[in-house]
Structure formats: C-alpha cells, structure tokens
C-alpha cells in the first residue's frame, strides 16, 4: 500500500513538472529543467533586452577566428556570433574558456521560427 502511494506521488510530481515546462515553453519563457541544466553546467544567466536566453551546451571552437563579437548582455556580458550569421544571430555565445563557449538561443516555438 505505501508502495503504491509513493509511486503515485512521483507520477504526480513528474506531471506537475512537465505541466510547468509545457506552460514556460508556451510563453516563450526558460524552464526549470533549462534551468537546472545551465546552474549544473556552470554558465551563466543571459538576459538580452530583458528576455532570458535559453542555455543549449558548450561548444568548443577550433579556429577562435570563426566567432565574432557581437553586442553586450543586460549585465554586461560579451556575447558573439558565428561569422557570417544574420543579425540576430541564431545562436549566441558567451566565452567561458579561451575556445569553449556557452551556446544560448532565444525562446521559441516552432511554429513561430
């Protein structure tokens, strides 16, 4: 019987959490689970004309001359841009290491890309 009640529990728990993400996603709005995994990976929180980006990895660059610098975030962060993107770029970086970046993007739904 506790058994039982505690799978319930985490069935429960594991809904209401991917509940929240399908309602942060439908805002256009970063999510928990984004979140999370951009404290774990250690980058830092962008914020772009007061839109938080969403975290997407790390990326390591072979020649340093393929990125450009491309603006400042609202703190004042150094963002870049692959070589020869658009403005905006689709995705943007921010230098963790002298070659490894963190790769963000702005929120959006597919259908709206």
């Known amino acids: 019987m506790r058994k039982k009640r505690w799978i319930v529990s985490i069935v429960i ?13 439908s805002k256009e709005k970063v999510g928990i689970l984004n979140t999370t995994k951009r404290v774990i ?10 839109q ?21 975030s609202d703190e004042g962060t150094a963002l870049y841009k692959a070589i ?3 403005v905006p770029p689709p995705w943007i970086y921010v230098r963790k290491e002298n070659t490894t970046f963190f790769r ?8 709206k890309l």
Request: glycine share 8%; charged share 15%.
């Open 52 to 72: 938080t980006l969403s975290y997407q990895g790390k990326i390591n660059f072979n020649d340093i001359q393929s990125v450009e610098r491309y603006s400042t």
């Open 104 to 111: 963000y993007k702005l929120p959006k739904l597919p259908w």
């Open 84 to 86: 020869g993107t658009p």
């Open 41 to 50: 990976a250690g980058a830092p929180h962008v914020i772009v004309q007061g």
């Open 13 to 25: 728990l594991v809904s209401i959490l991917l509940l929240s993400e399908l309602v942060m996603n």
